[in-house]
């Protein structure tokens, strides 16, 4: 092949890298099925992924950072936001507002970056609509009574508030058919490697 040949053919690979964008992996779960910590050993062992942080009208648990776990806004600036336009998506989930800003989301995807959304089922659906290219991934607990004994386990909220948590995860264990893959977190290790096998598959 000529010189000048070859050196055209590099220059289109370099643009096509350049202009290769990331990818959207939505992630999601019933409340209790140990999400948080799978996505946190998906960065360890990941760390070239975006993880977009979302935000919420609930008060911080223990442990939880601001900016890392959650952004944490009132009820009022987070219907600001709304009517701003400023979310990919947002849902209300027992009683509380939460949310996707749009610019993290998007600046990530356009620089070449795969982001990860940790999403509860409403908002899954807006994103899915929204990108059908998203790749979705819907996390299980190994059955009803383990996911019961988790959210008793975190002692954080109410017992009418508990059961409202329940009922809802239940519903959404439903909503598992809709997705493109299904993990069980029996062991959060495991369950993350195989969610880094779904997303080196499905880049390749």
Known sequence: MPVGSQERMNRMRGTQVMNKKG??????????????????????????????????????????????????????VFI????????????????????????PVYGCINKGTDVLLEIEVQGARQVMAIDPAAVSIFIVPPGVQELERRLRGRKTESEDKLAARLDRACQELEEKIHYDHIVINDDYSRAA????????????
């Open 23 to 76: 990818r959207l992996f939505v992630i999601s779960a019933p409340s209790g099925a140990g999400k948080g910590t799978v996505i946190k050993r998906i960065l360890e062992l990941r760390p070239e992924l975006s993880y977009s942080v979302s935000a919420t009208t609930r008060p911080p648990r223990e442990g939880e950072t601001e900016g890392v776990s959650y952004s944490f806004v009132s009820r009022d």
């Open 193 to 204: 490697e195989e969610i880094i096998a779904i997303i080196d598959r499905t880049k390749n």
């Open 80 to 103: 600001e936001m709304i009517e701003r336009d400023e979310f990919f998506e947002y849902a209300e989930y027992v009683g509380e507002y939460y949310g996707t800003p749009k610019n």
